[in-house]
């Protein structure tokens, strides 16, 4: 297996964390479970392989434009075949900016791009298909990305505002702090869990315990310090917190977590 991350330009260095390049040649089936990451992503299906999602206790094929929404429980995903897999990951704040949809009717669930955005998805799927060479499908992503930036440039102002509230939120998600961010925006607490749920899918609480629950992840992974100092430097109460938060997201402690590693959470924390 191999996952590459590639930087997006200066332009759009403010919506996309990064592109990312999957491939497996490895011809065989294989399960694995995605955590929340608190960001949404696009996935074009290059490879000849398929993947398929846990839906309603039975696994169902995902569409080769993949779009996913806010996971906020684990979600079980199989493999099967040889992939290579191109990927744009979103910002919590900015994937709305390109979508006209409301983000939270996409959470815990993946959706064809082309249900959501038209025959462009196809096209450009088929022009990513045709060309050769990574740097080349990166910026045939980034002319798609640019023009469906400046049609939905109306929407920068609550955009902006959105990225000002969960950076608030990132330093105190306490519920006074929440009550003095939406009255420093000059709205109700009601209305910035309404604005956040639309450009987000997430609820403040639930995108700071995303974050923590992240944070700690890649602590765990280094298996550099006792669970106690990872659950107090991600600003849990205690140790019994962390745990009850990391299950919740996982269905494993931490320490089957470690026991347990997947080849895809392997790629991801090296």
């Not at 199989?78 to 009717?105: C, E, P, W």
């Not at 298909?129 to 002319?143: C, H, N, P, W, Y």
Request: charged share 20%; proline share 4%.
């Amino acid at each position: 297996m191999e996952f590459k991350q590639f930087l997006p330009s200066d332009l759009l260095k403010p919506y996309i964390r990064h592109y990312y390049i999957f491939k497996s040649d490895a011809d065989s089936t294989f399960e694995d479970v995605v955590f929340p990451s608190g960001d949404m992503e696009v996935i074009f299906n290059l490879g000849g392989g398929s993947w398929e999602s846990l839906v309603n206790n039975g696994f169902k094929k995902t569409p080769k434009i993949e779009l996913w929404g806010q996971i906020t429980k684990p979600l079980a995903i199989r493999s099967v075949g040889k992939h290579f897999m191109l990927g744009i990951k979103f910002y919590t704040h900015s994937a709305s900016y390109f979508f006209n949809d409301q983000m939270g009717v996409f959470n815990d669930s993946i959706t064809d791009l082309r249900d959501v955005i038209g025959g462009s998805a196809d096209v450009l799927h088929q022009k990513l298909l045709e060309t050769e060479g990574e740097q080349k499908r990166i910026d045939l992503l980034e002319a798609f990305l640019l023009k469906r930036l400046i049609s939905h440039e109306k929407k920068s102002f609550y955009i902006n505002k959105v990225a000002d509230i969960l950076n608030s939120i990132l330093k105190d998600a306490s519920g006074s702090n929440i009550t003095y961010i939406a009255s420093r925006h000059n709205i109700t607490t009601r209305y910035l869990q309404r604005l956040l749920h639309q450009h987000t899918g997430l609820s403040p609480k639930s995108y700071d315990k995303i974050n923590r629950f992240q944070q700690s992840l890649k602590m765990i992974s280094k298996n550099e310090e006792p669970f106690t100092n990872i659950a107090y430097a991600c600003g849990y109460f205690d140790q019994s917190h962390f745990i009850r938060d990391f299950k919740s997201f996982t269905g494993l402690t931490p320490s089957s977590y470690l026991d347990n590693l997947t080849p895809v959470n392997q790629l991801l924390f090296p």
